[in-house]
């Protein structure tokens, strides 16, 4: 006959709510520092992102060479969700950790044979679901991609609304929208297909630990060498380190996301890297550009020598070839000329001929060629 202690019940009760009180607190904040924590790591690898993405023109390369797509995507959505998750994971793992250290000993006391089939079947059931969801990585890449592509084509719309409406190119515009959603829409049909391949497993992978502890258990309950509490207390143990061991398969969906968000953000820091290390190349590589004081180069114009005022000289080109980036044709070959002060420069020629080259050339946002171009500025010494 059960005791009944009302004083005893009283007391536990009292335990109980000052528990259930002091974990609100703790299990809030732990949320609140998780978030922080994340944020300021994003707003930190925001920063360093931005940095190497403004600082020599790097933007500028990116686009016109086609190096790599959405690095607005990459810097806003990858970084969010790369520390976030990364926080997330790192604190599953860790709570995984302290989860398999103090159940591990209770379940190989009880029964070290549970164990080992425990063992056999995590390690089994991770090598599964790493060969049946091997495709979600690189269809969760792709789909990041689509999905910025058809989003980058609305946001163009939106910025070049009128040059569209006053061409009447709605239909091209609309056309090359559909022709991108049903790219996006294709690759995520063949994530779902992966996805629910993956799904089967796991939730037969998740029913199935229901039986097997007490299946391997119970042959002991009946030869009556432990009591039936004991199957209990070897089932909850078992779910626990199963659970720790199976984390792989239990997260493979969001652990293949997590992969894509890092290769695009690693692909997008190689990206980076190659772009400064080319700005680190050797100067007798390529077009140099240099700065010299105004006061050097102040002299007699040689165009005019009946005059004896002095103009500066503000630019000179030395022996300029200016090739392509991507194809390498050669626009100009051999270009040498010197701009003084109220000079004045016309250049004409067909569509094409590459006028413009030379100005972003001149401007330093091409350096594809060979020769020198030199300005002269009052404060080169800043330069």
Same mark, same amino acid.
């Given at each position: 006959?059960?005791?009944?202690?009302?004083?005893?019940?009283?007391?536990?009760?009292?335990?109980?709510?000052?528990?259930?009180?002091?974990?609100?607190?703790?299990?809030?904040?732990?949320?609140?520092?998780?978030?922080?924590?994340?944020?300021?790591?994003?707003?930190?690898?925001?920063?360093?992102?931005?940095?190497?993405?403004?600082?020599?023109?790097?933007?500028?390369?990116?686009?016109?060479?086609?190096?790599?797509?959405? @690095?607005?995507?990459? !810097? #806003?959505?990858?970084?969010? &969700?790369?520390? +976030? %998750? $990364?926080? *997330?994971?790192? /604190?599953?793992?860790?709570?995984?950790?302290?989860?398999?250290?103090?159940?591990?000993?209770?379940?190989?006391?009880?029964? @070290?044979?549970?164990? !080992? #089939?425990?063992?056999?079947? &995590?390690?089994? +059931? %991770? $090598?599964? *679901?790493?060969? /049946?969801?091997?495709?979600?990585?690189?269809?969760?890449?792709?789909?990041?991609?689509?999905?910025?592509?058809?989003?980058?084509?609305?946001?163009? !719309?939106?910025?070049?609304?009128? &040059?569209?409406?006053?061409?009447?190119?709605?239909?091209?515009?609309?056309?090359?929208?559909?022709?991108?959603?049903?790219?996006?829409?294709?690759?995520?049909?063949?994530?779902?297909?992966?996805?629910?391949?993956?799904?089967?497993?796991?939730?037969?992978?998740?029913?199935?630990?229901?039986?097997?502890?007490?299946?391997?258990?119970?042959?002991?309950?009946?030869?009556?060498?432990?009591?039936?509490?004991?199957?209990?207390?070897?089932?909850?143990?078992?779910?626990?380190?199963?659970?720790?061991?199976?984390?792989?398969?239990?997260?493979?969906?969001?652990?293949?996301?997590?992969?894509?968000?890092?290769?695009?953000?690693?692909?997008?820091?190689?990206?980076?890297?190659?772009?400064?290390?080319?700005?680190?190349?050797?100067?007798?590589?390529?077009?140099?550009?240099?700065?010299?004081?105004?006061?050097?180069?102040?002299?007699?114009?040689?165009?005019?020598?009946?005059?004896?005022?002095?103009?500066?000289?503000?630019?000179?080109?030395?022996?300029?070839?200016?090739?392509?980036?991507?194809?390498?044709?050669?626009?100009?070959?051999?270009?040498?000329?010197?701009?003084?002060?109220?000079?004045?420069?016309?250049?004409?020629?067909?569509?094409?001929?590459?006028?413009?080259?030379?100005?972003?050339?001149?401007?330093?946002?091409?350096?594809?060629?060979?020769?020198?171009?030199?300005?002269?500025?009052?404060?080169?010494?800043?330069?």
């Amino acid at each position: 006959m059960l005791d009944k202690d009302q004083q005893q019940f009283t007391t536990q009760l009292i335990y109980y709510l000052a528990a259930f009180a002091g974990g609100i607190p703790v299990f809030v904040l732990r949320d609140y520092a998780r978030e922080t924590l994340s944020l300021r790591w994003r707003s930190w690898m925001t920063s360093y992102y931005m940095e190497r993405y403004l600082s020599n023109q790097t933007f500028y390369k990116l686009q016109s060479q086609s190096m790599i797509d959405n @690095p607005d995507q990459r !810097i #806003v959505d990858d970084l969010s &969700s790369f520390t +976030g %998750t $990364a926080l *997330s994971f790192s /604190l599953t793992l860790f709570n995984a950790a302290v989860d398999l250290i103090s159940f591990s000993n209770i379940l190989f006391g009880i029964y @070290p044979p549970l164990f !080992i #089939v425990l063992l056999v079947y &995590s390690i089994g +059931g %991770t $090598a599964i *679901s790493v060969f /049946l969801g091997r495709g979600l990585v690189t269809l969760n890449f792709l789909q990041e991609k689509k999905e910025a592509d058809f989003r980058y084509g609305l946001v163009r !719309i939106r910025e070049n609304a009128e &040059s569209i409406a006053f061409y009447g190119g709605e239909e091209n515009e609309r056309q090359l929208l559909l022709q991108r959603f049903r790219s996006a829409f294709e690759n995520l049909t063949q994530l779902l297909i992966s996805s629910r391949n993956l799904e089967f497993f796991t939730n037969g992978y998740r029913y199935l630990i229901q039986i097997l502890p007490v299946a391997v258990v119970a042959p002991m309950y009946f030869s009556g060498k432990i009591e039936f509490g004991v199957i209990n207390q070897s089932v909850s143990a078992f779910n626990h380190i199963l659970g720790d061991f199976s984390l792989v398969v239990y997260q493979f969906q969001a652990i293949s996301a997590f992969s894509a968000v890092i290769d695009r953000l690693g692909e997008f820091d190689d990206v980076l890297d190659s772009s400064k290390s080319k700005c680190l190349l050797d100067p007798l590589e390529g077009i140099r550009l240099t700065y010299s004081p105004v006061e050097s180069s102040t002299l007699l114009k040689s165009s005019q020598p009946i005059s004896t005022e002095k103009c500066e000289k503000l630019l000179n080109i030395e022996n300029l070839t200016l090739l392509t980036p991507t194809s390498k044709t050669t626009l100009v070959r051999d270009l040498s000329l010197e701009i003084y002060e109220k000079d004045k420069l016309l250049i004409a020629g067909p569509s094409g001929s590459g006028k413009t080259s030379l100005l972003r050339a001149i401007a330093g946002l091409w350096g594809t060629g060979k020769g020198i171009i030199t300005f002269y500025l009052k404060d080169a010494k800043d330069y």
